[in-house]
Structure formats: C-alpha cells, structure tokens
Nanobody, 124 residues
Framework: QVQLVESGGGLVQPGGSLRLSCAAS???????IGWFRQAPGKEREGVAC????????YTSDSVKGRFTISRDNAENTVYLQMNSLKPEDTAVYFC??????????????????WGQGTQVTVSS
C-alpha cells in the first residue's frame, strides 16, 4: 500500500506563490506521481506529473509557465511550485501515484493511489 501525504496548501493573494509537497511512503523511482486539482462542481483536472524512471515532467496548458513539478528522491517527496496564482487556481489539490512509472500519466483513472488533498484558496 502506498501512502501519500500532501501539505503546503493555504490562503494566498492573487499573484502570490505556494509550494505543495507530496510525501510518499515508497521510492519515487517506481511510480509516476501526478498532481490534480478539483474545484467545487468541477471534474478533477490533471495539473502536472513526473515519471519515476527518468523524471520527465508534464504540466497542463492551464498552468504552464506558472507551476513547476519537481522531486527529491532522497526524501521521497514531490513538489508543486505554484507562482503567479490566480483565483481560478482555487481548488483541492491531490497527489497520486501510478504504477506506470515510465510514462507521463495525465488521466485520474490511471492512478492507483491518492492522497487526502490540500486546499488552496487564491483570494484577496
């Protein structure tokens, strides 16, 4: 069983920054890790992911240039650095792990384990 614990969410003003962390109970080499978000009344949206095999990354068009995904293998932690935050970024952010560790995985259904989520609110 893989355990994922997100942290780092909170309230931030538009234009501000937050860094989310996803601490995993397993080696990051063996899983692709993704960040998703879900706003009230909306479907879960893939934001970014990073492969286990070689650290290749993907970010969605909606956050490209503002969000960056990275990982610290020694700490088994994946980060999501979020800059230039907008009110429309407000959502619960989840990290997830997929057994498909060699490829970029962007759909929620292909992930096998999920964290509990952390709330991000962008508001003045």
């Amino acid at each position: 069983q893989v355990q994922l614990v997100e942290s780092g969410g909170g309230l931030v003003q538009p234009g501000g920054s937050l860094r989310l962390s996803c601490a995993a109970s397993v080696s990051l080499d063996d899983y692709t890790i993704g960040w998703f978000r879900q706003a009230p009344g909306k479907e879960r949206e893939g934001v970014a992911c990073i492969t286990g095999s070689d650290g290749t990354t993907y970010t969605s068009d909606s956050v490209k240039g503002r969000f960056t995904i990275s990982r610290d293998n020694a700490e088994n932690t994946v980060y999501l650095q979020m800059n230039s935050l907008k009110p429309e970024d407000t959502a619960v952010y989840f990290c997830a792990a997929s057994f498909l560790y060699t490829i970029l995985v962007v759909t929620p259904g292909e992930y096998d384990f999920w964290g509990q989520g952390t709330q991000v609110t962008v508001s003045s």
